[in-house]
C-alpha cells in the first residue's frame, strides 16, 4: 500500500486503460469500516469515511 503520493504513475496507467484505481489510504479506510462492522456490526458510513480521509488530509499537508 502507498499513501503518499495519493496518485502514482502506475495508477494514472490503470486509470487511462480503464481500470478502477484505489490508493493505499483509501484502502486502509476500507479496511477499517469492514472490520469494525466485522467486530461491532457497525461499519462506518459514507460520511464518516469522507470525515476520516478529510482528516488524514488535512494532517497530511500540515506536515508538508
Do not use: D
Not at 33 to 49: C, D, H, K, P, V
Amino acid at each position: 500500500l502507498i499513501y503518499h503520493p495519493q496518485v502514482t504513475k502506475a495508477m494514472n496507467f490503470a486509470s487511462a486503460h480503464g481500470c478502477r484505481v484505489l490508493g493505499g489510504l483509501e484502502m486502509l479506510i476500507e479496511q477499517a469500516s469492514t472490520s469494525a462492522e466485522l467486530w461491532t456490526n457497525t461499519g462506518f458510513s459514507s460520511s464518516e469515511r469522507k470525515a476520516i480521509w478529510a482528516a488524514v488530509l488535512t494532517e497530511q499537508r500540515k506536515r508538508e
